[in-house]
């Protein structure tokens, strides 16, 4: 087609896969334009492919770094590298400490946001992609809330463990995510503070994270009760009983977060 250039193919094609709801997919399409430049010239790319494409390219570039996953892990989590992703050790049927049995543990680059590094963004775009990923931090948060809620009123028996553990761990993503963001909304204050008005973000992430961590630790109690009710179900002195009674221990002490 006449008159088209890469950098307007390329704000199509993150328009487009942000509207599939393909983020990573989106912030792939801005990397491949990426590498023909140099990186100090990534500012400059992100400001022409927002030019070229408009507001609604700015928003969908903006939400492809907001809700990219990070290159290291699948959601936050990464293999146990002690057990292997055993959770016990064969040689000798040991419950492994280091994930606690999960056999998994939150990711070292993220933290355990599961998402893309804020810094991975245009320096241009990085205050707008922090804000984004709080407002998503606040409604991750919102709904585990109502998911708690639920869960209190629930005979607990009926509530599986797999159900409260994911709870826990979004609680977790969103509490990572908003510290995340919240350094960046923080740093990217102009000196002096314009008219010194403080960002409403800054005050949201600090919540987010508050209530993130108290959620984290409501669940975590409500996972460690289910793992006592289940080892009551073995004999005593039993493996399992005993492997259950530590899953238990190991949440009552706040499931490896320090
Ligand atoms: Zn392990
Ligand atoms: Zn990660």
Not at 37 to 66: N, W, Y
Not at 174 to 199: L, N, W
Request: with cysteine.
């Amino acid at each position: 087609m006449a008159g088209r250039t890469p950098i307007l193919d390329c704000a199509s094609e993150i328009r487009r896969f942000v509207a599939r709801r393909e983020y990573s997919e989106a912030v792939r399409r801005f990397e491949i334009v990426a590498s023909w430049t140099p990186s100090s010239q990534r500012s400059k790319l992100a400001a022409e492919i927002v030019r070229a494409g408009g507001r609604i390219t700015e928003a969908a570039l903006t939400k492809a770094f907001a809700r990219a996953s990070c290159y290291f892990c699948r959601d936050g989590w990464m293999l146990c590298d002690q057990c292997e992703g055993a959770k016990t050790f064969a040689a000798n049927g040991r419950f492994c400490d280091a994930c606690g049995g999960l056999g998994r543990v939150p990711c070292t680059f993220c933290g355990g946001s599961g998402l893309l590094a804020l810094d991975a963004s245009p320096a241009v775009l990085r205050p707008k992609v922090a804000k984004r990923r709080i407002e998503w931090a606040v409604k991750l948060l919102q709904e585990v809330t109502r998911r708690v809620g639920n869960l209190r009123r629930w005979d607990v028996a009926s509530t599986s463990l797999a159900d409260r553990l994911r709870l826990l761990h979004s609680a977790e993503r969103a509490s990572e995510a908003a510290k995340e963001a919240k350094r960046v909304v923080a740093s990217s204050r102009s000196p002096g503070g314009g008219r010194g008005q403080r960002p409403r973000e800054l005050d949201l992430a600090g919540v987010c994270r508050k209530r993130g961590q108290a959620l984290a630790e409501a669940l975590a109690t409500a996972i460690a009760e289910l793992c006592l009710r289940e080892a009551q179900r073995h004999p005593a002195g039993s493996r399992r009983r005993a492997i259950w009674e530590r899953q238990a221990e190991f949440y009552e002490s706040g499931g490896g977060r320090s």
